[in-house]
């Protein structure tokens, strides 16, 4: 039940923000938040991560497609295995975040990214929640399948 709440509240509130971002923000103008250590943008990525391949959106939404459901598979196995706790929550969080970021995919053709570190080598890219669900959840599972299972 704590995976199906952390994938829910992942997606709703990625999607919150993400609506908030296309209704109130232009794209490419930036406002500081967080003391000036971040920056809100607007910026509509059709491709995969760092705008890859994004003269092929299709092919980007069937890749999406493949891996998300890689990560819904894992996902399911881990319950049936009886997997680490931690290795179930970075496969939920990742899941959370996959699937918002699918779900605009599918939705509107693009993903909404929005937020830029202001320190080097991070002012480079911009991402949302979800993609930084996704980094952590991959450090949760990778952390989670080198422990040994609560008895």
Known sequence: MKCLLAIAGIFIGDEKIKQYIEKEKEEGKREEILNGTVLLTKHHNRGAVFNWKQENPQG????????????????G????????????????V???GALSNLYDRIKRGYVVDYFIIQKKP?????FNLSDWCIFIGGALTMLGSLMKKEK
């Not at 196995?77 to 939920?92: E, T």
């Not at 991070?122 to 911009?126: E, K, P, Q």
């Open 94 to 96: 990742i899941t959370g």
């Open 77 to 92: 196995q881990s319950f049936v295995k009886d997997s680490h706790r931690i290795y179930k929550l970075g496969l939920s």
């Open 60 to 75: 980007v939404l069937i890749t999406s497609c493949i891996a998300f459901g890689g990560v819904l598979t894992l996902l």
């Open 122 to 126: 991070w002012n480079r890219v911009i």
